[in-house]
């Protein structure tokens, strides 16, 4: 008797967004899209445009050279665990015909709407097993001010920072530099709170750079991170899984540029990856400890870059950040470390599935109702 093969999976890739970094999700969903295995898989391209509109079809060409994408939605109902198309979506009435089944979203989005827990609480109503952090996970991730606070409750070490509100930047120029510099000393970073890629950071040496970062961070959002710079060192560590996380080998990007920028990432390509880092065993090992302690401290789940600053002149170790959906092309830090410690690119997206279905079944098992007793 011929053996049954088993079923394939169909793995939603949902990738693209509204955010400033729609271009590298792109670049990073076809790297994952072209590794998904096909004998164990049906890969189904989920696309979102610049305007937030979601798309089926030919996603990547719809999103790429302008051509007309099929629109297309997810329904917030666990009854329906599908990708639905919308036909004659310009009608008062609008038609849903069923694209395809999903047993897993796989999200490839990068930045606001995607990395920060919008589309996460969107799948948890779907009930749809995900990969990546849930709603808060991915939402403390993404929040810098947020997140500081939640590794100073923690006890985990960070660099000297300041929140300003846009609002209060417009309104009290000459206040909030007096008090930045009160608190800080030149260089500083100005950052918007809730976006990746570098995108908005400046590096600030004196008033005048200053001024011109927290204009420029306030152009992206209204709440604005300035941190204490230092002569540092860029450490990166890939963490993997859920309740039991463990850290990859330490790497370190040496920029050419003055810091690690948008630029130096996806632009120029001549910034210096160390893997491993070249610091002492006991360093890298105080480097995974924290980002270990760092990644179960904001309760993400699958995956996540820790980013750590190395003190040149102190050897002090800072946290600086975890990107939950961090670059995900086959030159990107995060696979390249787990390459590195003996996971191929395609087992690491085998295993992020894997844990995605592991995460969905035990939140399956948990009571949803609570019945009361009278006597």
Same mark, same amino acid.
């Given at each position: 008797?011929?053996?049954?093969? $088993? ?27 072209? #590794?998904?295995?096909?004998?164990? =898989? ?17 996603? /990547?060409?719809?999103?790429? &050279? ?57 799948? &948890? ?25 939640? /590794? ?55 008033? /005048? ?6 204009? &420029? ?62 610091? $002492? $065993? ?18 993400? #789940?699958?995956?996540?870059? #820790? ?10 170790? =800072? ?6 959906? $961090? ?6 830090? =995060? ?9 191929? =690119? ?30």
């Amino acid at each position: 008797m011929q053996e049954r093969k $088993p079923k394939k999976l169909k793995i939603g890739v949902i990738f693209g967004g509204r955010s400033g970094e729609h271009e590298v999700s792109l670049e990073s969903a076809r790297s994952v899209m072209a #590794a998904l295995d096909r004998e164990k =898989y049906v890969v189904v391209p989920i696309g979102i445009d610049k305007h937030g509109r979601w798309l089926s079809g030919d996603v /990547m060409a719809a999103l790429t &050279e302008g051509r007309n994408g099929q629109p297309a939605t997810l329904l917030p109902d666990p009854q329906s665990a599908a990708l639905l198309q919308l036909d004659q979506p310009e009608a008062r009435t609008a038609v849903l015909s069923q694209v395809s089944q999903l047993d897993v979203v796989f999200p490839v989005l990068h930045g606001p709407y995607g990395e920060d827990g919008t589309v996460q609480g969107l799948l &948890e109503l779907a009930n749809l097993p995900y990969v990546g952090a849930g709603v808060v996970g991915s939402a403390v991730g993404m929040d810098k001010a947020i997140f500081k606070h939640v /590794m100073t409750a923690n006890g985990l070490p960070i660099l000297p920072w300041q929140l300003v509100l846009s609002s209060d930047w417009r309104e009290r120029h000459a206040a909030i530099i007096a008090e930045i510099e009160a608190a800080l000393t030149y260089p500083v970073f100005t950052k918007p709170a809730n976006l990746g890629s570098s995108v908005g950071i400046s590096k600030c040496h004196n008033r /005048m750079e200053l001024i011109a970062g927290l204009n &420029e961070a306030a152009d992206y959002d209204r709440r604005i991170v300035v941190e204490q710079g230092i002569p540092a060192r860029e450490l990166e560590i890939a963490v993997l899984s859920n309740e039991n996380p463990v850290a990859s080998i330490v790497g370190e990007v040496r920029p050419k540029r003055e810091f690690y920028d948008y630029v130096a990432k996806y632009v120029s390509d001549d910034s210096d990856l160390f893997i491993p880092a070249d610091i $002492p $065993p006991e360093t890298a090992e105080a480097a995974r400890d924290l980002a270990v302690r760092a990644y179960k401290a904001i309760d993400c #789940a699958g995956l996540g870059r #820790a980013d750590m600053l190395l003190d040149r002149e102190t050897g002090e170790l =800072y946290v600086n950040e975890i990107n939950t959906i $961090p670059g995900f092309t086959r030159i990107s830090m =995060y696979p390249k470390l787990w390459q590195a410690s003996g996971l191929s =690119y395609p087992e690491l997206l085998d295993k992020l599935i894997e844990l995605a279905i592991e995460r969905h079944e035990e939140k399956e098992n948990l009571r949803t109702s609570y019945e009361v007793i009278s006597n």
